[in-house]
C-alpha cells in the first residue's frame, strides 16, 4: 500500500469512530417544536406573560426573541380548485418577467424629411487628353468605359457641364444637383 492510502486509512476510521463513540446530545441554546393543543391557544396570552425574558449570550447581547408563524393555506396561495397553472398569475404561480423593457419609441418630429441627395460618383476618372482644343476625360463605372467631352449625357443620369482641369462638374439630372470629379492637374 501507498502512504497515501494509509493515511486515508486512517482518516477513514478516525472519522468512523467519532460517529458512533462521539458526543449526540443537543446543544443547549436549541430549542425543540412544541405541538399546542387547541386548549393551550386559549392559554396563550397567560403563556406569553410567564414567558421569560430574553436570553443574553456570553458577549451579552440580548438576543431577539423569535416568533414562529403560522403556515398559509394551500387554498390561499392557490385558490379553492387548487389547479393553479403558471400562466393564470395567481398565488405562487404569479409570473415573473425579467426582460427589460422595450425601449421608448423614437419621438415624432414635425420637421419636414431631409431633402434627397445626389448619391456618391460612381465613376472612376481613368485620364484625360486634348483633342482637337476641346478636353476628353475617360471615365469607367464597372467594366464599361466612357469618353467624354462638355454637354456629353452618360447613361441618362449625368451631363457633363464643364471641364476644366483638376475639377469637371457634372449633373445628376434626376435632382438636377451638382458634382465635382477630381480629373487631375495639367499635365
Do not use: H
Amino acid at each position: 500500500m501507498k502512504p497515501y492510502q494509509i493515511a486515508m486509512g486512517i482518516a477513514l476510521a478516525v472519522a468512523g469512530g467519532l460517529v458512533v463513540f462521539g458526543d449526540n446530545s443537543p446543544a443547549g441554546d436549541i430549542a425543540e417544536p412544541v405541538a399546542r393543543s387547541r386548549s393551550a391557544a386559549s392559554t396563550a396570552p397567560a403563556a406569553v406573560a410567564a414567558a421569560p425574558a430574553p436570553r443574553a449570550d456570553k458577549d451579552a447581547k440580548p438576543q431577539a426573541e423569535v416568533a414562529i408563524l403560522r403556515l398559509t393555506p394551500r387554498a390561499m396561495l392557490v385558490g379553492e380548485s387548487g389547479e393553479a397553472t403558471f400562466a393564470s398569475g395567481e398565488g405562487v404561480f404569479q409570473g415573473q418577467n425579467w426582460n427589460p423593457p422595450p425601449p421608448p419609441p423614437p419621438p415624432v418630429s414635425n420637421a419636414p424629411p431631409p431633402a434627397p441627395v445626389a448619391p456618391p460618383m460612381p465613376f472612376t476618372v481613368i485620364g484625360k487628353a486634348v483633342a482637337d482644343g476641346a478636353w476628353e476625360v475617360y471615365l469607367a463605372r464597372g467594366d464599361k468605359t466612357y469618353v467624354v467631352k462638355n454637354q456629353t449625357v452618360i447613361d441618362g443620369t449625368y451631363r457633363v457641364d464643364k471641364i476644366a482641369p483638376p475639377l469637371m462638374s457634372v449633373t445628376y439630372l434626376p435632382l438636377n444637383q451638382v458634382q465635382q470629379i477630381n480629373i487631375g492637374v495639367l499635365d
